[in-house]
């Protein structure tokens, strides 16, 4: 790549809040990112200079007045590395699993380990909802192991990588971002269960050529609204769909629709707004389920 390749596209909160950033990170990730750093009274998203599109940004901005206004700078490729190494922070979930990139120092060594590139990031963990499915994926620990898993919308493969270190006989990654499905098959690799892991570029359709004991979707609502029967008919009887991505407010339009074809909701995690859903394939579907 060149220099400038990369843009960095900073936007200012007034006021600022960890909640109003997220926000803006959860609804941008619409958009071609490849990822973000909040910087108070900044949040700072990074994008490839050819997909960059001011007025995308300034269409999805227009819905919060608390983002007050934002600008494109170019990122030296020296630079971007080391707004990496600054920014990231190794992430421990329940003393059970640690994410840890090269460069941090003193990492606490849990029972599972994942080692990633944050330069090539589309998902590091630190998020909530990635948090809250980690948290989930341990109390089913006995639902995971031996058994074949999904991670649809799997960004960097942080939960694919932690079903097949938690003993997943296979794992299939999916992602529609062929830089995001790059990044997965490099991590896993990396962390050595590429072997255990199949990592491919697409859509939820990809998922009709096999059926799944654990499927896992940390995706938006209306994606995961749309794909929610396509997800139902790769789900195996007895197995378990974990959901997130969304927030608390969202959670009855998504149970109904998941309940209406004959899933049985198991958990709900919540944390800071954001949530987490475990559904459980039990139920024979209702007639005209939706």
Not at 260 to 266: A, T
Request: proline share 4%; hydrophobic share 40%.
């Amino acid at each position: 790549m060149n220099s400038f390749d990369y843009l960095e596209i900073r936007i200012k909160l007034d006021p600022f809040t960890e909640e109003g950033a997220e926000i803006l990170m959860a609804e941008l990730s619409e958009l071609p990112f490849d990822s973000f750093v909040t910087e108070e009274p900044f949040l700072k998203g990074y994008v490839q200079t050819e997909l960059y599109r001011a007025s995308d940004v300034k269409v999805v901005l227009s819905g919060y007045p608390f983002a007050t206004g934002f600008e494109a700078i170019p990122v030296q490729g020296q630079n971007w590395n080391k707004a990496w190494e600054d920014s990231f922070q190794p992430i421990v979930v329940d003393g059970m699993v640690t994410i840890k990139a090269p460069f941090n120092k003193d990492v606490p060594h849990t029972r599972f380990n994942i080692w990633i590139d944050p330069q090539m990031a589309f998902g590091t963990g630190s998020h909530h909802t990635t948090y809250m499915m980690m948290q989930r994926m341990l109390a089913l620990e006995a639902s995971i192991k031996g058994k074949s898993v999904v991670d649809m919308g799997c960004g960097t493969a942080i939960l694919g990588i932690l079903a097949a270190k938690m003993g997943a006989r296979k794992v299939f990654a999916v992602d529609i971002d062929a830089v995001a499905a790059q990044s997965a098959w490099g991590n896993a690799r990396w962390n050595r269960v590429g072997t255990r892991m199949e990592v491919a570029c697409g859509d939820a359709s990809l998922l009709q050529m096999g059926t799944y004991d654990v499927l896992l979707a940390n995706i938006h609502r209306n994606i995961i609204l749309e794909d929610l029967p396509t997800y139902k008919r790769s789900l195996r009887r007895g197995g378990h769909l974990l959901l997130s991505g969304f927030y608390e407010n969202d959670v009855p339009s998504i149970a109904t629709a998941a309940e209406g074809l004959g899933l049985s909701l198991q958990a709900h995690l919540q944390r800071e707004g954001w949530t987490c859903l475990d559904f459980c394939d039990t139920q024979t579907p209702r007639s005209g389920g939706h």
